[in-house]
């Protein structure tokens, strides 16, 4: 167990809805990354927060977008859903001492 | 661009083997590596960490290598168990701002028993 919780497990939408996803990082872990994670592919990192702040961004559109809170909690909420963003969602959270990832299960999400 | 590179894409060896998985990395500038397995469906597991400044990190029959000046890193894996199949990723973390971490495409490996 790594600590790190996302829900839900799984979620399937149609194309053009709005999606939110959430994650629970472990107490003390102020940095929270969110990953996509294509089949047969290594995860892509989406963009990545600090203190409630984005501090950093991959290629990734703006209507991937996020939310970090005070009690490590965070959201990942994707508009205008697309079939290409069929996908696992991987957050992270970062042990500060050594910037070890952990990382959550995931939430499969299915576009269709 | 970072680019993380893994090879070979699948693997398959019969139980007992010693093995070792390759990764390599194009920016010198990697301020760690972390190595993680993956079982079909779930989340990551973070197996071992190397910080930059290390050689190498072993926990129980796993043991990590970086050398930065040729940009690779290995994972061996000592007397290779049916329970060791999954897919293993290598992830650097490269400076510049914050901690961006590119991750490697992965080897899924079988071992057979």
């Known amino acids: 167990e790594t600590g790190v919780t996302q829900s839900p497990t799984h979620l399937i939408k149609t194309r053009g809805q709005q999606v939110t996803l959430r994650c629970s990082s472990q107490s003390g872990h102020n940095t929270v990354s969110w990953y996509q994670q294509a089949l047969g592919q290594g995860p892509q990192f989406i963009f990545q927060y600090y203190r409630e702040e984005e501090n950093g961004r991959g290629n990734f559109p703006p209507r991937f977008s996020g939310l970090q809170f005070p009690n490590y909690s965070s959201e990942l909420n994707v508009n205008a859903l697309e079939l290409d963003d069929s996908a696992l969602y991987l957050c992270?959270?970062?042990?500060?001492?050594?910037?070890?990832?952990?990382f959550g299960p995931g939430t499969r999400l299915t576009v269709l | 661009k970072q680019e993380v590179t893994q090879i070979p894409a699948a693997l398959s060896v019969p139980e007992g083997e010693n093995l070792v998985l390759n990764c390599s990395f194009t920016d010198s500038a990697i301020y760690n590596l972390q190595w993680f397995r993956q079982d079909p469906g779930k989340g990551l597991t973070s197996l071992l960490l190397?910080?930059?400044?290390?050689r190498e990190q072993t926990s129980g029959r796993l043991n990590a290598s970086l050398d930065k000046s040729s940009g690779r890193s290995t994972l061996y894996i000592a007397a290779s168990q049916p329970g060791d199949s999954a897919t293993y990723l290598c992830a650097g973390a490269f400076s510049g701002g914050y901690q961006k971490v590119t991750f490697g495409t992965g080897t899924k490996l079988q071992v057979i028993p």
């Open positions: 992270a959270s970062t042990q500060e001492f050594n910037n070890e990832q952990f």
């Open positions: 190397i910080q930059s400044s290390q």
